[in-house]
């Protein structure tokens, strides 16, 4: 067993939540971890059983326990997975973690696969002999950093996690756990599904306007599907497509008749007119949003990106694909809002089949939509929308029971909604507080909640949130078109201490004034001061990225040593550490990077943090370099990387996505 997925085991074992049963000396060993084969269940004992087909992971799964549906919860803050009664409509048991769990799944011997993306690793749970009785941890292995999402191929044989920070997509044999293949992604990728052949993966990601897919063969190819739109405006010819992200859920549905929305079913288009109906055939759903950031070598109007007057810079679309083909479906181009408080954070997403329809639970707005699936953007055809609790992250659905389950992290707090009354758009939910344990004090936690609020007249006029920009309170991936000239999103997420002054152009010595500066230029009307005081303890102290994790085996002493040799440079060969202090510090003081500035402005940027520098591409304030290589490869104003060789560069490219 590898040390941190050892320490896991250990500490949980330490905590008396560890089974006496131990794993058979002859066990498969996996490169990464130790696996149980099998359930220690005596056979006659009740077990529990996925509630439905879906073997995709999200914050909520469903289990049945004989004759009781059973809620696991993913608590992020709490470190904990939450059993709850989903027909008492109450907690029956906490379980406690050595982490915090992004994502959950059930497997098909009903222990339960927990991702825990601050420590790196996947934890196996065995449920008890009753439903009262809290998890045992079986097993842990380890993954690359920051895993999230989860899903099991149609044979329940692959488990499939999505590494955020490290960009990949990891195979692991559901019973041994022995790692299978890892694959490469485009940066920070979210949900991730099978298709029902079987054959690839779809994968979503939170920047980038894409979906990944994955070939589950023996080559393992990867492949992009763009999700761009086209956009059209009454008042100008211009065709560029709009970029997008938010990408942070994925959900698949078999479409089939009756015709798709305002014709026989009684919806209604938000903008009127009826699609055309889909074939039969299997859809790959991907709530997200559609960004406009302008034209960044053209001044804009207004603070970062269109006049909001005309088309909106964010608005929300759920891509549609045809599994078979690996084709987007969309036709939509954006002309205006097309919806009062827009979903702009989807959070996550579940299918109920029998109304061919999604939910999707919205942060931001806080609330659950019911979408119908038979569009070309079902983001267009909204049937209802319940309102959540603060910070929704997750969503189950059971059909058979016509129930909703929705997780608010924010709050704490199960949300239990009958969806049997069509006719009801607002109908009374249940909602279970759970046993809370929030690692934030109450001002942090009050942060969080402004800092992912959506259709906020405190914070812009036209409605997006710091999130929106930030998601999870990192970057975009966009260079915006400003007032200024172009400007590149920068990351916040374990940023914000110590590195001002702030605003790429350095003016605002201290954090307050710089995001005073930003709600003033994005139309908001301000905050309050315990609000804004709020919002700053959170900025504090949003976390950033896991850190790296080199692969096992030999590769790991070889690419050890070339960040050392990437340290060396960085420190010593090109004095870089002169302006990036101690690797991830600043100098606090602005310089001339060759960019064009407005007439009696300073040519002057301020010295960036580079810490978790390899997710926050494109690069400078102006995003000039789409790659760190690019960067290292052309630039010859900052230092002179250019000219070192190519196992320099590479090198010196290494230690950089270490910081």
């Given at each position: 067993m590898t040390s941190r997925a050892g320490w896991i085991l250990a500490a949980a074992c330490a905590a008396g939540a560890c089974a006496a049963e131990r794993p058979a000396p002859d066990?498969?060993?996996?490169?990464?971890?130790?696996?149980?084969?099998?359930?220690?269940?005596?056979?006659?004992?009740?077990?529990?059983?996925?509630?439905?087909?879906?073997?995709?992971?999200?914050?909520?799964?469903?289990?049945?326990?004989?004759?009781?549906?059973?809620?696991?919860?993913?608590?992020?803050?709490?470190?904990?997975?939450?059993?709850?009664?989903?027909?008492?409509?109450?907690?029956?048991?906490?379980?406690?973690?050595?982490?915090?769990?992004?994502?959950?799944?059930?497997?098909?011997?009903?222990?339960?696969?927990?991702?825990?993306?601050?420590?790196?690793?996947?934890?196996?749970?065995?449920?008890?002999?009753?439903?009262?009785?809290?998890?045992?941890?079986?097993?842990?292995?380890?993954?690359?950093?920051?895993?999230?999402?989860?899903?099991?191929?149609?044979?329940?044989?692959?488990?499939?996690?999505?590494?955020?920070?490290?960009?990949?997509?990891?195979?692991?044999?559901?019973?041994?756990?022995?790692?299978?293949?890892?694959?490469?992604?485009?940066?920070?990728?979210?949900?991730?599904?099978?298709?029902?052949?079987?054959?690839?993966?779809?994968?979503?990601?939170?920047?980038?306007?894409?979906?990944?897919?994955?070939?589950?063969?023996?080559?393992?190819?990867?492949?992009?599907?763009?999700?761009?739109?086209?956009?059209?405006?009454?008042?100008?010819?211009?065709?560029?497509?709009?970029?997008?992200?938010?990408?942070?859920?994925?959900?698949?549905?078999?479409?089939?008749?009756?015709?798709?929305?305002?014709?026989?079913?009684?919806?209604?288009?938000?903008?009127?007119?009826?699609?055309?109906?889909?074939?039969?055939?299997?859809?790959?759903?991907?709530?997200?949003?559609?960004?406009?950031?302008?034209?960044?070598?053209?001044?804009?109007?207004?603070?970062?990106?269109?006049n909001p007057e005309t088309v909106p810079r964010a608005a929300p679309m759920v891509g549609v694909v045809d599994a078979a083909s690996e084709r987007s479906l969309a036709k939509t181009k954006i002309a205006a809002a097309h919806a009062q408080r827009p979903c702009l954070l989807p959070r996550a997403a579940a299918m109920r089949s029998s109304t061919q329809t999604m939910f999707v639970a919205c942060a931001g707005i806080d609330a659950l939509l019911e979408l119908d699936t038979r569009s070309s953007d079902p983001s267009r055809f909204e049937r209802r929308r319940f309102g959540v609790p603060p910070g929704p992250t997750g969503v189950a659905i059971d059909d058979a029971s016509a129930l909703a389950v929705v997780w608010s992290q924010f709050e704490g707090v199960a949300t239990i909604i009958d969806l049997r009354d069509d006719r009801a758009p607002l109908r009374v939910a249940t909602a279970v507080d759970v046993s809370y344990e929030p690692k934030h004090t109450v001002e942090t936690r009050m942060g969080r909640e402004i800092f992912f609020k959506t259709a906020d007249a405190r914070i812009a006029i036209d409605g997006v949130g710091c999130a929106t920009c930030h998601p999870d309170g990192r970057d975009d991936g966009l260079t915006w078109a400003t007032p200024d000239g172009p400007r590149q999103t920068p990351m916040l997420a374990g940023r914000m201490r110590e590195t001002g002054p702030y605003g790429w152009k350095g003016k605002h010595g201290d954090l307050d004034s710089y995001v005073k500066n930003t709600i003033s230029r994005l139309g908001g009307g301000g905050l309050d001061r315990a609000s804004g005081a709020a919002l700053l303890s959170y900025l504090e102290r949003v976390p950033g990225p896991g850190a790296s994790r080199p692969h096992a085996g030999s590769a790991l002493a070889e690419r050890s040593a070339r960040r050392e040799r990437g340290r060396e440079i960085f420190f010593h060969k090109q004095r870089c550490a002169s302006c990036h202090v101690g690797g991830t510090g600043t100098d606090k003081a602005s310089h001339d990077v060759a960019s064009r500035v407005l007439a009696g402005d300073s040519p002057g940027f301020d010295t960036p943090s580079l810490q978790f520098v390899r997710g926050t591409a494109p690069y400078f304030h102006d995003g000039r370099y789409p790659t760190l290589d690019e960067l290292l490869t052309k630039d010859q104003k900052m230092g002179h990387a250019a000219l070192l060789s190519r196992d320099d560069r590479e090198a010196l490219a290494a230690y950089l996505e270490s910081l």
């Open positions: 066990l498969p060993v996996g490169r990464l971890g130790v696996a149980t084969a099998t359930r220690t269940s005596p056979a006659r004992a009740t077990v529990p059983q996925r509630a439905s087909l879906d073997r995709q992971g999200g914050s909520v799964a469903l289990a049945r326990f004989g004759d009781r549906t059973l809620a696991y919860v993913a608590d992020a803050d709490s470190h904990a997975v939450h059993t709850i009664d989903v027909g008492l409509a109450r907690q029956v048991v906490s379980t406690k973690l050595q982490g915090s769990p992004s994502q959950l799944l059930v497997l098909s011997d009903g222990r339960v696969a927990v991702a825990l993306s601050d420590v790196g690793a996947v934890a196996i749970l065995e449920p008890g002999r009753s439903p009262e009785d809290a998890l045992q941890l079986r097993t842990a292995v380890e993954t690359s950093a920051e895993p999230v999402g989860l899903a099991l191929t149609p044979d329940d044989a692959t488990l499939l996690v999505t590494s955020a920070s490290d960009a990949e997509l990891l195979a692991f044999d559901a019973l041994s756990l022995e790692q299978r293949f890892a694959v490469s992604l485009p940066r920070d990728p979210r949900a991730v599904l099978v298709d029902r052949s079987g054959q690839r993966a779809f994968v979503s990601h939170a920047v980038g306007a894409t979906i990944s897919v994955v070939d589950l063969s023996q080559q393992h190819g990867v492949r992009s599907i763009p999700m761009t739109l086209g956009k059209a405006s009454t008042k100008t010819r211009d065709q560029r497509l709009r970029g997008g992200g938010q990408g942070y859920a994925l959900a698949s549905a078999v479409i089939s008749g009756p015709p798709g929305p305002g014709t026989t079913d009684g919806s209604k288009s938000t903008t009127g007119g009826a699609p055309a109906p889909l074939p039969t055939t299997e859809r790959i759903f991907a709530p997200m949003v559609t960004v406009d950031p302008g034209e960044p070598e053209v001044p804009s109007q207004a603070y970062y990106g269109p």
